[in-house]
């Protein structure tokens, strides 16, 4: 199909535009507002999209009425469907691509009035982004045709180090604040509502693996390549089926709360076998050195959150803190090169006097 300039051509050229600035601010390095910019930008592309195909089939007639049957107008302007109606007035999607479109629709729902400044969302996400954006191409192509098939995709992110430490990987898992702890309850439980069917369509979610090529391939080679299980022949997913094995075989999940969490006496224990005599912690000097480099509020203060998260993290279960293991280092090394004794650190907390973290790490 071939449109010609009319209003259904601009619908669907915003369509395209919108879907296309998603992947942008998607692939930009530096991007800190990613999963919520794109999400936006997607639910923004797949309603025009709609719109658009609606325009051609039963023509200007995607609006919201009242009652009385006349249209709903918000700011002089009639209404017109949101996603989640034009999906249930379309009404032929396929499943996994309804429960793809429901999961981002529920998700930005759900980020519009937070701020999150981590990218564990980013991380989670990835593969129902992916999918997002597929299912958008190729509904756009039925809908109106091959002419229009963008061919663009997401970067699958360049990492800066091939190996993270445990306290990295522990640290990524983190529920870093309310918000955040929310956001990734959402998306276990939505993942957990689906059939396995729909879980494991491409078109929900796609599911990478990633293997380094260290063998004599061919030098023009891509570095990722996108398979289709269903372009396999029977001994390529035989050979897929067998190496899911080994690393199922390999992969050990442990299902436990606070996985790598410190209590405040762990803490004193570490940190002295750590020093091993030169200096003596004890659970009153941790609370004046928590105190005075402000990694947790006070008790009873009205966010208890407002933590510094790569050393501690509340525990609403129990409505107290547990720390990482990085206070842990951090301790160690400002005890044996910060020059203060413990009574200077008691006199500068009596003070109200406050260190800078940044400034005394190793």
Request: charged letters at 30%; one cysteine or more; aromatic letters at 12%.
């Given at each position: 199909?071939?449109?010609?300039?009319g209003?259904?051509?601009?619908?669907?050229?915003a369509s395209?535009?919108?879907a296309?600035?998603?992947?942008?601010?998607?692939?930009k390095?530096?991007?800190?507002?990613?999963?919520?910019?794109?999400?936006?930008m997607m639910i923004?592309?797949?309603?025009?999209?709609f719109?658009?195909?609606?325009?051609?089939t039963i023509g200007?007639k995607?609006?919201?009425?009242?009652k009385?049957?006349?249209?709903?107008?918000?700011?002089?302007?009639?209404k017109a469907?949101?996603?989640?109606?034009?999906?249930?007035?379309?009404?032929?999607?396929?499943?996994?691509?309804?429960?793809?479109l429901?999961?981002?629709?529920?998700l930005r729902?759900?980020?519009?009035?937070?701020?999150?400044e981590?990218?564990?969302?980013?991380?989670?996400?990835?593969g129902e982004?992916?999918?997002?954006?597929?299912?958008?191409?190729?509904?756009?192509i039925?809908?109106?045709?091959?002419?229009?098939?963008?061919?663009?995709?997401l970067?699958?992110?360049?990492q800066?180090?091939?190996?993270?430490?445990?306290?990295?990987?522990?640290?990524?898992?983190?529920?870093?604040?309310?918000?955040?702890?929310?956001?990734?309850?959402?998306?276990a439980?939505?993942?957990?509502?689906?059939?396995?069917?729909?879980?494991?369509s491409?078109?929900?979610?796609?599911?990478?693996?990633?293997?380094?090529?260290?063998?004599?391939?061919?030098?023009a080679?891509?570095?990722?390549?996108?398979?289709?299980?269903?372009?396999?022949?029977q001994?390529?997913?035989?050979a897929?089926?067998?190496?899911?094995?080994?690393?199922?075989d390999?992969?050990?999940?442990?299902?436990?709360?606070n996985?790598?969490?410190?209590?405040?006496?762990?803490?004193?224990?570490?940190?002295n076998?750590?020093?091993?005599?030169?200096?003596?912690?004890t659970?009153?000097?941790?609370?004046?050195?928590y105190k005075?480099?402000s990694?947790?509020?006070p008790?009873?203060?009205?966010?208890?959150?407002?933590?510094?998260a790569?050393?501690?993290?509340?525990?609403?279960?129990h409505?107290?803190?547990?720390?990482?293991?990085?206070?842990?280092?951090?301790?160690?090394?400002?005890?044996?090169?910060?020059?203060?004794?413990?009574?200077?650190?008691r006199?500068?907390?009596?003070e109200g006097?406050?260190?800078?973290v940044?400034?005394?790490?190793?």
């Open positions: 199909m071939k449109l010609r300039k209003k259904t051509k601009s619908i669907l050229g395209i535009d919108s296309l600035l998603a992947v942008e601010i998607y692939n390095p530096r991007t800190t507002f990613r999963s919520e910019g794109f999400i936006a923004m592309a797949w309603t025009r999209l719109h658009a195909h609606f325009h051609t200007d995607y609006y919201y009425k009242k009385n049957g006349r249209f709903d107008i918000v700011d002089g302007e009639r469907w949101e996603l989640s109606a034009c999906i249930k007035e379309h009404g032929t999607l396929d499943k996994a691509v309804e429960r793809n429901n999961f981002f629709i529920k729902n759900k980020i519009e009035h937070r701020h999150i981590k990218r564990e969302v980013d991380t989670q996400i990835f982004c992916q999918s997002l954006l597929f299912n958008y191409e190729s509904q756009l039925k809908f109106f045709g091959d002419n229009y098939s963008i061919n663009e995709a970067v699958y992110s360049l800066f180090s091939q190996i993270r430490t445990e306290q990295q990987e522990l640290a990524s898992r983190s529920a870093l604040s309310r918000d955040l702890a929310d956001i990734m309850s959402f998306i439980k939505y993942r957990d509502s689906l059939d396995d069917d729909t879980y494991n491409l078109q929900y979610s796609v599911k990478l693996i990633q293997i380094p090529k260290i063998s004599n391939t061919n030098r080679d891509a570095a990722i390549e996108f398979v289709r299980w269903d372009a396999l022949n001994e390529d997913r035989n897929y089926e067998k190496l899911s094995v080994i690393i199922k390999k992969t050990v999940r442990v299902e436990a709360a996985l790598g969490r410190l209590k405040p006496s762990d803490v004193v224990r570490k940190v076998e750590a020093l091993n005599g030169v200096v003596k912690m659970s009153n000097l941790h609370v004046e050195l005075l480099f990694v947790r509020p008790s009873g203060a009205d966010d208890p959150f407002e933590t510094v790569e050393f501690c993290l509340y525990d609403e279960a409505s107290d803190y547990v720390y990482q293991e990085a206070w842990v280092v951090f301790l160690v090394h400002f005890m044996q090169a910060g020059g203060f004794a413990p009574t200077d650190i006199k500068m907390v009596r006097k406050k260190l800078d940044n400034e005394y790490r190793s």
